[in-house]
């Protein structure tokens, strides 16, 4: 039978103008009569785009339009949310129950949102064992060695997270999940991607999904806001985690006794002890009794300490300086418990102390005056 040349072209209009179009059916058993909300998750804000009441089957249905992927958010009445990212021309199905709405479902008919579950799929594992680590090096007594076991485990299971997400979004630079992967927590502070290598991956995905996508609003927040976000990895990352291996350190420019302000950075170039002590603190100031022949010996030879006190009372602080005459910088903010350099060193207990190499790389933590007798002067030998 032939058909009308105008029956054909009303055909292929009414098949390209569905090219928008997606779909959204599923079942969410025992939530009989719950609603169940629709809602698009902007930039900073979220757009309520349609509600259903749950049939007493558990079925519920939604249909809407996008240009280009977006995220949405499927919400209950108890706000639980289940993470979309939605195609245009997408039929999606999922299967979940009241109970695990968010957290435990299947999914089928959609690239992005099975790339979102698997992402979170994956963290909340890595959660998971975080804390059981944590649960089991709690165990009284906290003993130095249960303590190394307990930091190395946690660096274990953070890396592999890290590169278990760096592997993703280098895998998937056109997809839009790579920014929801960018963007993913251990915690409300702490970025996966943390470490000062990782800035470039924010750059090339930004890069890459603005020729893909250039009208998304995340997009061009995230080419936008990459610099603050840059920022935001650098002190979070520090602040929070244990794995300080390799990485660079923030910066720190406080005043010392004569009231000019040091930079850490102006030591580059040295094999620096950046130090963490206190005058009310009779095990710091024990630690810089051992420091001084150490000092001593390699100062001429490219090796400086950086001292920052935790007190809050400038008298003290100076007078300790000269009772115990330190020889090496010595700065503090005399702002004591709320110090915000201790909080970005991770700093739970005195003395504490980081080493750093000539290129101003961390690459010890906690060391003892024997360990630092040992690496500093393999450190000053590799210029």
Not at 13 to 38: H, P, Q, T, W
Not at 151 to 172: C, K, M, P, W, Y
Not at 187 to 203: E, S, V
């Amino acid at each position: 039978m032939n058909r009308s040349p105008w029956l054909i072209l009303l055909i292929i209009l009414a098949s390209c103008s569905d090219n928008s179009k997606f779909r959204i059916e599923g079942i969410v058993d025992r939530a009989n009569k719950k609603m169940i909300y629709l809602d698009e998750q902007g930039v900073e804000t979220i757009l309520p785009i349609d509600s259903a009441r749950i049939k007493k089957s558990g079925e519920f249905i939604f249909k809407g339009k996008c240009e280009y992927p977006k995220f949405y958010n499927l919400r209950l009445q108890d706000n639980k949310i289940l993470p979309m990212l939605i195609s245009p021309g997408e039929k999606v199905y999922l299967k979940t129950s009241l109970e695990s709405f968010g957290s435990n479902y299947s999914l089928e008919g959609s690239v992005g949102s099975m790339q979102i579950k698997m992402l979170n799929d994956r963290l909340a594992e890595t959660k998971r064992k975080l804390d059981s680590i944590r649960i089991v090096y709690s165990t009284p007594p906290i003993t130095k060695e249960k303590q190394e076991l307990f930091n190395a485990a946690i660096d274990s299971i953070v890396e592999n997270q890290r590169r278990f997400t760096l592997e993703f979004v280098l895998g998937h630079l056109n997809s839009m999940a790579s920014i929801y992967a960018v963007y993913q927590k251990f915690d409300d502070k702490t970025f996966i991607l943390y470490k000062n290598r990782d800035i470039q991956i924010l750059k090339i995905t930004g890069a890459a999904l603005d020729t893909t996508y250039p009208k998304s609003p995340h997009v061009r927040a995230l080419v936008s806001n990459a610099a603050s976000l840059v920022d935001q990895i650098y002190s979070s990352g520090l602040r929070n985690l244990m794995q300080y291996a390799n990485a660079e350190f923030p910066e720190i420019a406080l005043p010392d006794p004569y009231g000019d302000t040091i930079r850490l950075s102006s030591l580059k170039g040295k094999v620096v002890l950046l130090s963490f002590w206190a005058s009310w603190n009779n095990s710091s100031m024990d630690f810089n009794t051992s420091l001084l022949e150490l000092y001593r010996q390699y100062k001429s030879r490219g090796f400086e300490i950086f001292q920052v006190s935790l007190d809050n009372n400038k008298d003290e602080w100076v007078q300790a300086i000269k009772y115990e005459e330190l020889p090496w910088i010595n700065v503090s903010d005399l702002s004591y418990p709320k110090s915000v350099i201790a909080g970005n060193y991770n700093v739970q207990s005195l003395p504490a102390n980081y080493l750093l190499n000539r290129s101003g790389v961390i690459v010890g933590k906690n060391l003892s005056v024997s360990e630092l007798n040992s690496r500093v002067p393999e450190l000053i030998a590799n210029n």
